[in-house]
């Protein structure tokens, strides 16, 4: 049983050895928060005091449940079950609805829109493919906060909830209310259904709680900081009057807000569970002390974070921070550095590329191609097969045999104007940014092609965009990864490059509020935790070659020193 422990540091060994609950683990970037909870219920197993068949551990994702599994068996213990959130519920909900329900369990649909879409019509609330998009995800913040139709206005406007332009929060309600409908018509539910009606199973028959709780006496729960009130009550269900629960997670780690998680729980987690223990990681073993001396400066600003970083992997390369003139000159640097990093024989996929919105990497991946370097997005797809691009490019072509108005700018951006381009970004709605976003980025690219040549037509124009679409590799097994921080979190590599530190992109310009503002500085963190020795920022003066710069250093820059 010893050797369990062997391997796992004073701070990992102390959380480890406490194997009756409830337990809070606050883990900091990089110090083996994995590692300890696996550790931990091994422990627990192998010392008699949990029975594997009885205990349950539950994450976000399934690549994290694979991790956890695979730790778990090649310590030896197979047998315990390890699942996400959803999947442990639907497992459950196959077991116990049938026996309640002669209607038989509804059918998981894998999207929304279909009946948001329908929903919209009967309410005669006028949407496009985006809106659709941006009304499905209110309709997943409203389930997740467990809110109904009347109870979503209500909250909405209490949270100032940024929404598409083109939709009210009236409308969503009304859209909502007839969403619950049509879907009981179809006896069909999506994923957060999954989460409510597990948990309204437990709460209305009291046998299906006693054979939940029977059956599962302890539990873990990682990445605690992302959990949803859904989540949580799903959880209080599961453990009923019990208390032998260990979580782990990070409150500076939390940057999902806009979905429904909130590090409440874990910040709040003794006010739930008065015995709970607390232990804190706070060992890196991924950062060197150049990249953790600047994360500390970060968390020192945060203070939902308990935690505060050490590391013994050396001093490293010093971080820096530069400016440049413009967005390519930027790029271009960045790229420059990745090829003299693979020179010195650092490999591809050991670097990245971290920005805040996805059409950032359009630039990035231009320039990278240019220099024959392999690129792989996370997250999204390459800029040139994103499907807005596809339809602009579709009406750039057409255009070329129709009469053009005097510049090329003022001709791409009214022939961009008939799918959605306008001068300027919505406030709100998701889906609606980031097709903005896309058809702006196409904008900006004639803008910098008329700068270059006043006399550039709108043909070729569309030869520029074809060559660099050609530039673009296709991603390979050893590429250079091109991400959102969002989509970056929970990965890391040897260097990393985050660029667009302005103001108006870190922090994004839609981020009014105080909690918006320390989400920003969130990401900031999980961006610069993502290094393990070479980490470069940088942010630009202005986004075209040869014009004045307007934008100014990120607020969240100007707090540190670097």
């Known amino acids: 049983m010893s050797h369990i422990l062997d391997s796992l540091d004073q701070q990992q060994r102390a959380a480890a050895e406490c194997i009756s609950g409830p337990v809070v683990i606050y883990a900091g970037a990089g110090t083996g928060k994995t590692r300890t909870i696996t550790h931990r219920i091994a422990h627990a197993v192998a010392s008699g005091a949990h029975d594997p068949s009885q205990s349950l551990a539950v994450t976000f994702t399934t690549r994290a ?102 939709i009210s929060i009236e409308d969503i309600a009304k859209v909502y ?98 015995r709970t223990l607390e232990f804190q990681l706070t060992h890196s073993y991924r950062s060197t002390e150049a990249v953790i001396s600047l994360a500390n400066q970060i968390l020192a600003k945060d203070a939902s974070s308990p935690v505060r970083l050490a590391t013994t992997k050396g001093k490293g390369t010093k971080v820096t921070s530069t400016v440049y003139a413009d967005d390519e000159s930027e790029a271009q640097a960045a790229a420059a550095q990745i090829r003299e990093l693979m020179n010195t024989g650092v490999a591809a996929r050991e670097i990245a590329v971290l920005y805040r919105i996805n059409s950032q990497s359009e630039i990035l991946e231009a320039e990278l191609g ?46 961009l104007a008939v799918i959605g381009w306008k001068p300027n970004a919505p406030s709100a709605g998701r889906a609606e940014q980031e097709k903005w976003e896309s058809l702006n980025t196409i904008v900006e690219l004639a803008q910098d092609a008329q ?72 990401l900031l963190y999980v961006a610069v935790t993502r290094a393990r020795t070479y980490l470069r920022l940088s942010w630009a003066k202005s986004r075209h070659a040869g014009t004045k710069g307007t934008r100014a250093e990120s607020t969240l820059l100007r707090d540190l020193d670097i």
């Not at 038989?104 to 279909?114: D, E, F, N, T, Y």
Request: with cysteine; proline share 5%.
């Open 177 to 274: 209310e007839i969403y619950l409908t049509r879907m009981d018509e179809a006896n069909v539910m999506d994923f957060e259904d999954v989460l409510l009606n597990m948990t309204a199973l437990m709460e209305n028959f009291p046998e299906v709680a006693a054979a939940v709780h029977k059956q599962y006496r302890h539990f873990t729960v990682d990445e605690f900081q992302d959990v949803s009130p859904v989540q949580f009550e799903l959880l209080s269900q599961w453990l009923g009057e019990r208390d032998d629960v260990c979580v782990v997670g990070d409150p500076a780690q939390t940057i999902y807000s806009f979905s429904g998680a909130t590090s409440n729980y874990l910040s709040n987690f003794k006010k739930h569970f008065p």
């Open 370 to 415: 240019g220099l024959g370097i392999p690129v792989t997005l996370r997250g999204a797809e390459r800029f040139f097969e994103r499907p807005e691009v596809k339809l602009a490019l579709l009406h750039l072509r057409a255009g070329m045999v129709g009469l053009a108005t005097p510049t090329l700018v003022e001709t791409v951006r009214d022939l």
């Open 451 to 522: 700068l270059r040549d006043a006399k550039a037509t709108l043909a070729d124009f569309v030869l520029l965009l074809d060559k660099r679409n050609e530039q673009e590799f296709a991603p390979s097994a050893n590429a250079v990864t091109l991400a959102t921080i969002h989509a970056a979190k929970g990965l890391e590599w040897d260097a990393v490059f985050v660029v667009g530190l302005s103001e108006g992109l870190l922090p994004i310009s839609h981020a009014q509020t105080p909690a918006d503002f320390a989400e920003e500085r969130r």
């Open 65 to 166: 449940a694979g991790e956890l599994r695979n730790r778990l068996g090649s310590l030896g213990i197979p047998s315990v079950q390890v699942r996400t959130f959803h999947s442990a519920a639907l497992r459950q909900l196959r077991f116990f609805y049938p026996k309640y329900f002669t209607a038989g369990l509804p059918q998981l649909v894998p999207s929304k829109i279909r009946y948001v879409s329908d929903a919209a019509g009967l309410a005669r609330v006028k949407s496009t493919k985006e809106t659709f998009r941006d009304i499905a995800a209110e309709i997943e913040w409203a389930k997740v906060n467990i809110l109904s139709p009347e109870a979503y206005r209500t909250q909405a406007i209490a949270s100032r909830r940024l929404i598409s332009s083109e």
